[in-house]
Every structure is written in C-alpha cells, then in structure tokens.
C-alpha cells in the first residue's frame, strides 16, 4: 500500500504544484484586491476562519507539491505569505490591516504543519 502511495505522490507531484500555486495566488487576489471578498454570511468569526482555512489548505498543499522543505522553512513562507497580505490590505482605502486576522493566519499554519508532523510520524510508524 505504501509503494503504492508513494507512486501516486510522484506521479501527481506537477499536478500538486499547479494546485498548491493556484490556491496560493487565488488567496492572495483576494486578500489583496480593494474589495474584501463576497461571503455568504455575515459573521465576525467567518473571516479568521477564512484566514486560517486557506492558510491551513496552503501549507497541506505545499507539502503534497514539495515534501522535502524542512518545517520551519515552510512554517515561514506560509506565514510571510498571510503577513504580505495584511501589509497590502494596510495600504487599500477600503480594506483594514488586522493583528487578529495574522492571528489565525499563524493558527492556520500551526495546524497545517501538526497535521504534517502528525503525518510523518505515523508513516514513520507503519514502515
């Protein structure tokens, strides 16, 4: 089963590239467009999970297209990419800059990397 998996991750590797850098700059337009995006509730909570959902998504998916970055390395891009986007949205008139929304960013990215961590030591486990 193991060998199995490991050909399909090496088999789909471009095809998780493109997806991880679609999901990235999809999430980076809107974070950084004049406009915050249209939601379909209007709740406060529903942006910091918009933050840390797509940053938790962003940092799975770069593991899936580049396994072999260390931890800490990918817990700093992951994390540079939400802080980009609030430093943008500090310069549009429309949009506001927000400690709390670099918070659930880096819940996000923590997340996504104990997911990873938890990953890897499983399949430590099993081989």
């Not at 337009?29 to 406060?44: Q, V």
């Not at 909570?45 to 297209?65: E, K, N, P, Q």
């Amino acid at each position: 089963m193991w060998i199995s998996l490991f050909r399909h991750w090496t088999r789909y590797r471009l095809l998780y590239k493109i997806l991880f850098f679609s999901v990235l700059f999809l999430g980076m337009y809107l974070g950084m467009r004049p406009g915050p995006p249209p939601t379909p509730f209007k709740f406060n909570m529903i942006d910091s999970v918009y933050h840390a959902g797509g940053l938790f998504i962003c940092t799975l998916l770069s593991y899936l297209a580049f396994p072999r970055w260390r931890w800490w390395l990918r817990g700093v891009l992951m994390f540079s990419v939400g802080v980009a986007v609030e430093f943008v949205q500090s310069f549009q008139p429309t949009r506001s800059a927000d400690i709390h929304d670099i918070y659930a960013n880096s819940v996000g990215v923590g997340a996504g990397l104990l997911v990873i961590l938890a990953w890897q030591c499983y399949s430590m486990r099993r081989v």
